[in-house]
């Protein structure tokens, strides 16, 4: 539309009457403005961030023959159509000057919308990419504050030290054992939330989740029982940080502690092809806590989202009944090493 009025314009102003400024106007502008829908289409197929310069370059070099081609030959049948059938003159040639200059009008268009519509979708994939990176900031925080919460929690630790407590008299080194778990298990939190660290090798989230059941088994003693496998391989691969240890927590909090006979965790780790499994499950039939509207609910609803925005869909975290009974959580991840600077947490 702006085309034509713009065409219209022009014509009108070089003493053109106007109904023949208006179909002059409609006989340039609707090709190349549908060649610009055209183009404007080719790039948004074509945007990504593995588009090369010379895919881009070679599909629009062919596309430029095509589709100007296209927009030449409807100008000319809108201009025989103006000058034979509405105006009754047979003297409609084609000159070379004409095709010329509508050629290089149509070639203009093509290269200006394909360069604007370029940079418009590479700044509008910059600003999600920004946008992304700020969300996965925000939920890092929330997740971190999350496990400190956790791990801070009034009632955990006053089970903790009770129970330490409980064992300076009767065995004084398994209280100071646990005393020492506990610190390291804050110093890992409190270092992590400091660097700011995303992701880090499993090997140091696994350390972590050894040290909290090691407390949970002082507090709950032989009512947990507990079965943990992780290949060598997979310990090596990055993870989003308290990724395991919350699933841990959820499978002993609402599996096992409720439970006058306690019951069993098991924790597993393999590589799968491309991909690294995280399973988490007891042997529990009843309400799980992520069905539940709970501390532990809601630490898994937050890790779902740093999922999403860590691998952008790559990953993904199931919960449900295990088929020969209890509940797990699995977490299925690209399999990956462990990320640059991971190791700055444990300094």
Sequence with gaps: MLLVAVYAALFALSGYPIPLAIRGALANAVPDGLLALAVFATARKLDGPRAGARRLLLVHVLGAFGMVGLAFVAKTILFWIDVTVIRGDDSFRLVAGVVGWQTFLSLLTYAVVASASHAWFFDRRLREEEARAARAEAL???????????????????????????????????????????GDLLRYALRVHRDGVDRIALRHEWEFMETYLGLEKIRLGDRLQISRHADEAAL????????????????VRHGIAPRAAGGKVSIEARLEGDALRLEVRNDWDGVSAAASGDEGGTGLRVLRDRLDVLYGGEARMTAGPAWDGGYRVVLTLPAAPEAPGASEAEK
Aim: charged fraction near 20%; avoid cysteine; aromatic fraction near 6%.
């Design 140 to 182: 890092r925080a929330r997740a971190e504050m999350s496990a400190l919460r956790a791990q801070l929690n009034p009632h955990f630790i006053f089970n903790v030290l009770h129970s330490a407590l409980g064992m300076v008299r009767r065995d004084p080194a398994l209280a100071e054992t646990a005393l020492e778990n506990l």
């Design 236 to 251: 090596d691969h990055a993870v989003p940080t308290f990724s395991l240890q919350p699933l841990v927590e959820n499978a």
